[in-house]
């Protein structure tokens, strides 16, 4: 991924889940590894070794120097400068899927999924994705919706018709199962 605006910036992603960072156009790179999984050690108790793998990075399409970093372990970074600082989020859910709000440079939508160990041992254990909603790039998660399919920001080319332009921004469009029975 180029990154910024300079195209001196590279990130790349490994088969592995590492993350390598390069200033200078490729010819020198630097492991994001480590500083990963210390900073994801801040925001999760567990300590497992999964921490600072990445599943999946993504570029905001408002701020070329933005980018996300979904994690294997359920930690997932930020970082406002192209890899030079991260900083870990945990929306207390493994993001499995997030989409970057096309507009508004800090407003994101989230899903994970839930595991069973989100359940007491006397409930019955049902696995089903549930939406979040973040307007300051994860420092808090508003949740939206469980039994979820799919998600979308509701953008439209026909705003001068909408009575205001933060209504426009802010519609969702959801798919779910109303009746909460499953996925």
Not at 64 to 72: A, E, K, P, R, Y
Not at 125 to 146: F, M, R, V
Not at 159 to 168: I, T
Request: proline residues 3%.
């Amino acid at each position: 991924m180029w990154c910024g605006s300079t195209n001196e910036v590279i990130l790349v992603q490994s088969e592995a889940g590492t993350i390598y960072r390069s200033r200078d156009r490729g010819d020198t790179w630097k492991k994001l590894h480590s500083i990963m999984k210390q900073t994801g050690l801040s925001v999760i108790e567990d300590g497992s070794s999964d921490i600072g793998k990445v599943r999946k990075m993504m570029q905001s399409p408002v701020d070329d120097n933005l980018v996300v970093f979904t994690g294997t372990a359920g930690v997932n970074w930020v970082s406002e400068d192209c890899g030079a600082n991260l900083r870990a989020l945990n929306s207390g859910k493994r993001i499995h899927e997030l989409q970057f709000h096309p507009k508004q440079r800090e407003w994101a939508l989230a899903a994970g999924w839930t595991s069973c160990a989100d359940f007491g041992d006397d409930e019955p254990c049902e696995i089903y994705k549930e939406l979040y909603l973040t307007k300051d790039l994860g420092q808090s998660w508003q949740y939206l919706k469980s039994y979820v399919f799919d998600f979308s920001w509701g953008t439209t080319k026909f705003q001068a018709e909408l009575p205001s332009r933060h209504q426009h921004e802010s519609r969702i469009f959801i798919t779910h199962d109303p009746d909460l029975k499953g996925h």
